[in-house]
T-cell receptor, first 116, second 116 residues
């Protein structure tokens, strides 16, 4: 079974600085999707960024980028120019491709604090 | 786009009563919806996968007779917690898969259930 591990229960960053959240996963599949979701205090899950395993290029979305290392099964999230609104729980998630289980497997999350 | 709503956002009920939670995809069709449960400071736990027009697929350990799921249309899935007990108090989140948007799941805002 696929598993997702987030080894950092909590992280903190100064406003305007850069922070990297770690995520590793275990799978025997060669094709899959990886996601980072953000859950602010409102508890609304918000998609931050997504990566298809077959794409070598790392996904980016404005201040958010990933470092996808397929061989190492690593999928870290880098937040640049951190803002107070970035404070939230961040969940890494894995999903098998179409035709397989559509379930998302979540890590336990990393709580990010942004200090002014 | 890709908005998912849940109703109600908050519900308090007496032990032994049933509670229905609705999940709607507002601007897309969702052949598949998912129901999650989240305890405080924990990750999301998948309860069941709901497919339009067919029976839901429940995760191991989830009582299908207690958590009734109906997915009667491409935009609506309901979760009914039957004979609720205090241990059913939790945060319930639904998500919907938009096949036209690269297989990504979009989440509703969640429903807080408190059983007295």
């Amino acid at each position: 079974a696929q598993t997702v591990t987030q080894s950092q229960p909590e992280m903190s960053v100064q406003e305007a600085e850069t922070v990297t959240l770690s995520c590793t996963y275990d799978t025997s599949e060669s094709d899959y999707y990886l996601f980072w979701y953000k859950q602010p205090p409102s508890r609304q899950m918000i998609l931050v960024i997504r990566q298809e395993a077959y794409k070598q290029q790392n996904a980016t979305e404005n201040r958010f980028s990933v470092n996808f290392q397929k061989a190492a099964k690593s999928f870290s999230l880098k937040i640049s120019d951190s803002q107070l609104g970035d404070a939230a729980m961040y969940f890494c998630a894995y999903r098998t491709p179409q035709g397989g289980s559509e379930k998302l497997v979540f890590g336990k999350g990393t709580k990010l604090t942004v200090n002014p | 786009g890709a908005v998912v709503s849940q109703h109600p956002s908050w519900v308090i009920c007496k032990s032994g009563t049933s509670v229905k939670i609705e999940c709607r995809s507002l601007d897309f069709q969702a052949t598949t919806m998912f129901w999650y449960r989240q305890f405080p400071k924990q990750s999301l736990m998948l309860m069941a996968t709901s497919n339009e027009g067919s029976k839901a697929t429940y995760e191991q350990g989830v009582e299908k007779d207690k958590f009734l799921i109906n997915h009667a249309s491409l935009t609506l899935s309901t979760l009914t917690v039957t004979s609720a007990h205090p241990e059913d108090s939790s945060f319930y989140i639904c998500s919907a898969r938009d096949a036209s948007r690269q297989e990504t799941q979009y989440f509703g805002p969640g429903t807080r259930l408190l059983v007295l």
